[in-house]
């Protein structure tokens, strides 16, 4: 028994999917491409032409400190990238870990693990990430810690109920019967039937992630300045929005359009990654 694969035909069958892909791909080549696409100096500030309106010159118009909008809206898709990727890296394989040996091993270990996963699961994730950053301090690293480690179990749960059911499977019997045990059993035959369900969880998830990030930058606790940011950059617009509605609109939707790629490529990846579904 393998795992479902996903190539770029099994995308092509899912049009959420490859919307949502094709979403991720442009953001990625904002980021890698920020300094060749970027019109001007995202940092550049120019008193003269603050709060200007959208222009030719400027296409979003500038911010409170004169600096270009577009520019700045381009080489924010950096921290959120980074971010996405650090918060992959920590929170699915800890999670994932946890829920396979508590699945697993079952008894002792699967009480444990469990009773450490409902306590972490106990508290508010937003209130208990901002409590994480204001100890560590603003940075995205440490934004990006406190989103992973308040976010892993979820996947710890999920991992558990799968790897239990697969432990009472005839397929593991049959495995153990040819001599494959411990952890070669666990990482080649276990692992990859959980990784499915792990795996729209996290695309499903990192829209959430995104959004809590934002929020952090919105406070004031995300990256620091003049470096920028999708959240900042909304709650420096939130003083003007009256008067200069686009300085907090553009970083908004871009958020709005990335939580929504998200969106769109896990319920796709649900649809190719779900033999329910074929």
Do not use: C
């Not at 381009?74 to 040996?101: D, F």
């Amino acid at each position: 028994m393998a795992s479902p694969a996903i190539s770029f035909s099994a995308l092509r069958r899912s049009p959420s999917a490859l919307i949502g892909a094709s979403v991720l791909v442009l953001l990625v080549f904002m980021a890698l491409a920020a300094p060749l696409i970027a019109p001007y100096d995202p940092n550049l500030q120019d008193s003269a032409i603050r709060l200007a309106a959208p222009s030719w010159q400027h296409w979003l118009g500038t911010d409170g400190f004169g600096r270009d909008l577009l520019s700045r809206l381009i080489y924010g898709a950096q921290p959120t990238l980074l971010l996405i990727v650090l918060v992959t890296v920590l929170m699915a394989p800890l999670g994932v870990a946890v829920g396979l040996l508590a699945g697993f091993f079952g008894g002792l270990t699967e009480r444990v693990l469990m009773r450490l996963t409902d306590i972490v699961m106990s508290f508010p994730r937003l209130v208990l990430a901002f409590a994480f950053v204001a100890i560590l301090g603003p940075g995205l690293v440490n934004g990006a810690l406190a989103l992973a480690l308040t976010s892993w179990p979820a996947y710890a749960r999920l991992a558990r109920v799968e790897t239990s059911a697969l432990a009472r499977s005839d397929y593991l019997a049959a495995a153990s019967m040819v001599g494959i045990r411990g952890p070669r059993l666990l990482l080649g035959h276990v692992l990859p039937l959980v990784l499915p369900s792990a795996i729209i969880r996290l695309a499903l998830d990192l829209a959430g992630i995104i959004l809590a990030a934002a929020g952090l930058g919105f406070l004031g606790l995300g990256v620091r300045p003049p470096m920028a940011e999708w959240g900042s950059m909304v709650a420096d617009g939130t003083k003007v929005i009256f008067d200069q509605w686009w300085i907090a609109a553009a970083p908004g939707l871009a958020i709005f359009v990335t939580s929504l790629a998200l969106n769109l490529l896990g319920d796709g990846l649900r649809d190719i990654l779900d033999p329910r579904h074929d």
